[in-house]
């Protein structure tokens, strides 16, 4: 899903599932409920699919459960009932040390980018990777050629508080693909962005 072009993206309902032949199921959501301080659901029963390869736009108003299906994905949050398969498994049975696993699996870019403001683009690509493990010149390898795929390597120095809102939105995706995800996720990933950077936001996706 994390390859999938831009150019063969469809608009697909809640729920539908689109054919394409003999291909693996990467996602299925099953009767998920999820609602906050007792108050009514957020998610009520929303089952869908999303098969390997597939891109889809979640579409809805101001809080209609978008940010939370993202989150429920990460395991950020608990569903109240239902079940998340991720490639067969059902992830909401992971123990902690899982989790952790399962979360480089997936590429999420937030609404809100979630950088560090007085650290520079390549330590802000670089922290998920120093937290897996790597060090010296695999780190500096890797973090170049995240950045190198964005069009930042030249300005890997550069402090994020310099950044314009479509920059940030670069390095934030560049560190969402740190660990070569199986899927990609971006909330609202264009929303703040004019439409020459949201082009181009939307192209590296």
């Avoid at 079940?83 to 870019?109: N, S, Y």
């Avoid at 508080?161 to 971006?186: M, T, W």
Wanted: aromatic fraction near 6%; charged fraction near 25%; hydrophobic fraction near 40%.
């Amino acid at each position: 899903a994390a390859a999938a072009a831009a150019a063969v993206a469809r608009r697909h309902s809640p729920g539908e599932r689109v054919s394409r032949g003999n291909v693996a199921t990467k996602i299925a959501l099953e009767g998920l409920t999820k609602s906050y301080l007792g108050m009514l659901p957020v998610l009520d029963d929303v089952s869908c699919q999303i098969d390997e390869g597939e891109f889809y736009y979640l579409t809805g108003v101001s809080g209609a459960g978008k940010t939370t299906i993202f989150r429920l994905l990460m395991l950020i949050e608990r569903p109240d009932s239902g079940t998340i398969q991720f490639d067969g498994q059902d992830i909401t049975r992971l123990t902690v040390a899982e989790q952790a696993l399962h979360r480089r699996r997936i590429g999420m870019v937030f609404q809100d980018y979630r950088l560090l403001a007085s650290d520079s683009i390549e330590e802000n690509v670089a922290l998920p990777l120093r937290v897996a493990g790597y060090r010296g010149a695999r780190l500096r390898k890797k973090t170049e050629l995240q950045l190198e795929q964005v069009g930042l390597a030249h300005r890997r120095r550069d402090r994020v508080a310099g950044l314009s809102g479509g920059e940030k939105q670069l390095v934030s995706i560049a560190r969402a693909l740190a660990f070569d995800p199986k899927v990609f996720f971006a909330d609202e990933p264009t929303g703040n962005l004019d439409h020459t950077m949201a082009q181009r936001v939307m192209e590296l996706i």
